[in-house]
């Protein structure tokens, strides 16, 4: 069967594709960006990508006509615009009216439990969107799920960045609200397992685990898997703005993002009951058990992908292909070279540098551009790395974006996401003669970005030599 996946690149589509694949289905994916999806890793001639974007409609055109179903797994909830329920709207119609175009039978899409009167903004425009959805040619499956537990998930890293961080916690009253979180393995199960199944089509599912807990009494749960005591006192009082810069200035997560969770997480999500899983014989995992088997990965570092990966800069957005070319004129440069005795030594350094490794020197004050980034609303490191031993283009590094990452060529170029008065990049390059090379970009933006380069040299020069030397002496 052909399948068209949108959303190829996020945590969901990631996890998706493999299983898809493996069950003997051709999976075209839809991406906005190709050079941000390594598709070598899948390793399949099964699968191709085609470059679209719901949003420009001249785009679309690359859709095939003869495809059997249609995956819809595109959302805007980390959107750095505010007006994020307008894009759904206009990303879902678009879909819609190119997937009429085809021969699809069917169309699965992954939304939130919406069974309250009163919704959050984030779950009043998924209800929006399956509506939208619905009212296409094809058979509409629907299956509406709640918190997801898995390693990479935006859930699991929020709540496991505020149980490490916080053996005290003064928390807003919304952690009584009940949840019935699910573990991504069952999702994924859930999703291929309607696929093209009739018995499903025109249908809507709740899917959730077995367990229906309070955010609290998870965040409690999950350090007692940790082998944590934690212990958690919640006030009457916390507005949603406080509340959302409590979860930005913890966790991992973007400002944007933690208002539309603290928004989210004041309405109950319990799933109504169905048949859905005895019809597809999935075993619902409990929540501690969910737990375990994401530290299993993140132990194996074989997390195979992360919410993280999705949030990027503006910038970005027009796509990471043309900052892959690092400009020359106008800009400032911070160029060092050094000889390496063992270059394969020194370049496994560099492939496992930031995340829990960090950066070799200066860490302190790595650290510290990262609090100030986070105070004006950047990214800061919290972001870390999926992989600590592999990294591919398109993924998040600490406040990077990995632009190149290749092997072959010894060449690693990282495009910097935190808030700057312009661009930068990073790049590392162990040349035919064993020199490594290392370079860093400023293009500035107007005269505050030049007196912004000015005043951090001294800093650069202290941090990038020692870099450079520590890099260098890994081969020796």
């Not at 397992?193 to 009494?217: C, H, M």
């Amino acid at each position: 069967m052909r399948v068209l996946l949108t959303g190829a690149t996020g945590y969901i589509g990631q996890r998706l594709i493999p299983v898809l694949l493996h069950n003997g289905h051709e999976v075209i994916c839809c991406v906005r960006d190709k050079a941000r999806f390594n598709s070598e890793k899948f390793r399949s001639g099964a699968l191709s990508v085609i470059e679209t974007d719901f949003l420009k409609p001249s785009t679309l055109d690359q859709i095939p006509c003869d495809i059997d179903a249609a995956f819809y797994l595109i959302h805007s909830m980390s959107a750095t615009k505010g007006d994020f329920e307008i894009m759904e709207e206009e990303t879902a119609v678009s879909f819609r009216e190119s997937i009429q175009q085809t021969t699809a039978m069917q169309v699965i899409y992954l939304s939130g439990i919406v069974n309250e009167e009163k919704l959050s903004k984030h779950l009043a425009s998924r209800r929006n969107v399956e509506e939208i959805l619905r009212s296409g040619t094809y058979s509409l499956t629907t299956l509406r799920a709640g918190i997801i537990i898995g390693s990479g998930s935006a859930s699991f890293e929020i709540i496991r960045d505020l149980v490490e961080k916080l053996p005290i916690m003064v928390a807003p009253k919304w952690l009584n609200t009940r949840s019935q979180p699910i573990a991504i393995r069952n999702v994924i199960e859930f999703l291929s397992g309607v696929l093209l199944n009739e018995n499903t089509f025109d249908k809507s599912y709740d899917i959730g685990g077995p367990d229906i807990l309070t955010y609290k009494q998870m965040l409690l749960s999950f350090a007692k898997v940790r082998g944590l005591k934690r212990h958690i006192l919640t006030v009457p009082v916390m507005t949603p703005k406080l509340s959302s810069y409590w979860l930005y200035f913890i966790t991992s997560t973007s400002y944007r993002l933690a208002q539309n969770l603290v928004d989210s997480m004041k309405v109950e999500v319990i799933c109504r009951e169905n048949d859905l899983s005895k019809l597809l014989s999935v075993n619902p995992v409990n929540y501690e058990d969910a737990i375990r088997e994401a530290f299993v990965r993140i132990e194996l570092n074989q997390v195979p992908s992360s919410w993280k990966d999705a949030l990027s800069s503006r910038t970005l957005n027009s796509g990471i292909a043309r900052y892959a070319e690092v400009p020359v004129h106008g800009c400032y440069k911070d160029y060092r070279k050094l000889k390496v005795a063992n270059a394969e030594k020194s370049l496994e350094k560099i492939w496992g540098i930031g995340g829990t490794t960090g950066w070799y020197y200066g860490n302190w004050l790595w650290g510290v551009r990262g609090f100030i980034d986070k105070l004006f609303g950047g990214v800061g490191l919290r972001r870390g790395r999926k992989n600590q031993d592999d990294i591919s283009p398109g993924e998040s590094l600490d406040f990077w974006r990995v632009l190149v990452a290749d092997r072959c060529e010894r060449r690693l170029l990282l495009f910097a996401e935190m808030k700057l008065p312009g661009e930068a990049w990073l790049e590392f390059r162990i040349d035919s003669e064993n020199i490594l090379h290392q370079t860093a970009t400023f293009r500035p933006l107007g005269l505050w970005g030049r007196l912004y380069w000015y005043s951090v040299m001294p800093f650069h020069a202290f941090i990038f030599r020692g870099l450079i030397r520590k890099i260098a002496r890994n081969g020796l």
